[in-house]
């Protein structure tokens, strides 16, 4: 099946622009996750959804970063006024939400590749 | 907040060697994941630990939860050039706003760079 796509898969935008990124969950999958990672390192977490609801917005590294899931299935992570420092390769993944489920198994998509010039 | 620490960086190894990686944390982690990130491509889970003292095997790939809860091991054998790649711990950041289940965000180690040499 489908896994979790993500687009565009490149993006280059000028310093203060906004930018917009799109992530499609995998189907039936109620948790939904957004993560940074810049180069040599490893994801950083940035927030994540259960449907629609944002649970934890606590990696979002300021008030330029905002996502939204509407629906509870696709979600956008926008950033506004980009700067340089914000390039980097941003990566959704999502999972089931099993009741009782020590860890859900979160499925990576291939990611967004954002430039600042 | 939360923070892995990999070992090594980066192992240049002859295909056939058995690697060992291993990854430390200055604070309790109650399960322990570990990925494999391909060029191009996002992490992939390889094994998942849920307690402390457990071994558990995926093919050539066995790793173990530390008994401290503050770290974990990776080992391959018999390496093989598809096993290049970068490897990664990653545990959850404990948070669970969400009390539903297993959905929380995850702290990851910044990776051990494995390369094999024909």
């Known amino acids: 099946g489908a896994g979790v796509s993500q687009s565009p898969r490149y993006k280059v935008t000028k310093r203060g622009q906004d930018v917009a990124l799109r992530c499609d969950p995998i189907?039936?999958?109620?948790?939904l996750y957004w993560y940074r990672q810049a180069l040599g390192q490893g994801p950083e977490f940035l927030t994540y959804?259960?449907?629609?609801?944002?649970?934890?917005k606590s990696g979002l590294p300021n008030d330029r970063f905002s996502a939204e899931r509407p629906e509870g299935s696709i979600s956008t992570l926008t950033i506004q006024r980009t700067e340089q420092r914000d390039s980097a390769m941003y990566r959704c993944?999502?999972?089931?939400?099993?009741?009782?489920?020590?860890?859900?198994?979160?499925?990576f998509g291939p990611g967004t590749r954002l430039t600042v010039l | 907040g939360q923070q892995l620490n990999q070992s090594p960086q980066s192992m240049f190894i002859q295909e056939g060697e058995d690697v060992s990686m291993n990854c430390t944390s200055s604070?309790?982690?109650?399960?322990w994941l570990w990925y494999k990130q391909e060029p191009g491509e996002g992490p992939v889970l390889l094994i998942a630990?849920?307690?402390?003292?457990e071994l558990t095997s995926n093919g050539r790939l066995t790793a173990q939860f530390g008994i401290t809860r503050k770290d974990s091991f990776l080992n391959i054998s018999a390496s093989i050039p598809s096993d290049v790649g970068i490897y990664f711990c990653?545990?959850?950041?404990?948070?669970?706003?969400?009390?539903?289940?297993?959905?929380?965000?995850?702290?990851f180690g910044k990776g051990t760079h494995l390369i094999i040499q024909p």
């Open positions: 993944a999502s999972s089931l939400d099993l009741a009782g489920a020590t860890y859900n198994e979160q499925f």
């Open positions: 959804f259960n449907y629609e609801a944002q649970q934890d």
């Open positions: 630990l849920y307690k402390a003292g």
């Open positions: 604070s309790i982690f109650n399960t």
């Open positions: 189907s039936g999958h109620v948790s």
């Open positions: 990653a545990g959850p950041s404990g948070k669970q706003v969400y009390s539903g289940g297993g959905a929380d965000g995850l702290t």
